[in-house]
């Protein structure tokens, strides 16, 4: 997927909640550079701030290592995966002032800084799986636009990044989509990645 491709879905994610500011802020910094060193994250629900930040030498060293021996399987990848997001996250986190930030999102909260509701979560990891695509650790697969769920009526909206298995069909949905979704666990704590069918339906992690 090109960056282009991935901006467009993250404005696509961050219209979808209606919100001016993140708007702005994204259209704003849509030319950050988005590679390791050098990329923006959203935090306090909606994106309503946008932090500039990025890996040192080390910490990359570190993410780039959980790919070392590549995976046999789409399935060994999709664990990988897991394990260099939540890295990502232990090491963005001092930085943005987002480590102690909570799993889920309190729907009343009147203190967010610092604190990411599924929007952010599916900015940020979208932001992270282009990073290792674009660096050619991640081979099995590719990056997909957020997918969306609930329409407060059948339930309340949640969204998530996702990804494709390469040899799969891209549909949605269907049997290669897969979600990434970092926003039930607390910073550092290793995503969910599902499929994009059972996700869709409701999953949750403590329905397993």
Not at 28 to 36: A, F, I, K, P, W
Request: aromatic share 10%.
């Amino acid at each position: 997927m090109t960056r282009i491709t991935v901006i467009t879905g993250m404005i696509l994610l961050l219209a979808a909640c209606s919100s001016s500011p993140a708007m702005r802020l994204l259209q704003e910094h849509h030319q950050d550079v988005l590679v390791q060193q050098d990329f923006g994250i959203c935090e306090g629900y909606g994106c309503r701030y946008y932090r500039k930040t990025g890996l040192s030498a080390p910490e990359w060293h570190q993410i780039r290592q959980i790919f070392a021996v590549p995976a046999r399987t789409a399935a060994q990848e999709r664990d990988m995966i897991k394990t260099a997001i939540g890295r990502f996250e232990q090491f963005v986190g001092p930085k943005t002032g987002t480590g102690h930030d909570k799993a889920g999102a309190q729907i009343i909260n009147f203190s967010t800084r610092g604190q990411m509701d599924c929007i952010d979560e599916a900015f940020n990891t979208t932001t992270y799986l282009y990073i290792l695509r674009k660096a050619g650790l991640i081979r099995l697969h590719i990056l997909g636009k957020p997918l969306r769920r609930g329409n407060f009526f059948d339930r309340w909206p949640h969204n998530s990044a996702t990804i494709y298995e390469i040899g799969q069909d891209r549909v949605i949905n269907g049997p290669g989509h897969y979600v990434v979704d970092s926003w039930f666990h607390a910073n550092g704590e290793e995503p969910e990645i599902v499929p994009a069918s059972q996700w869709s339906q409701g999953w949750s992690p403590d329905h397993r």
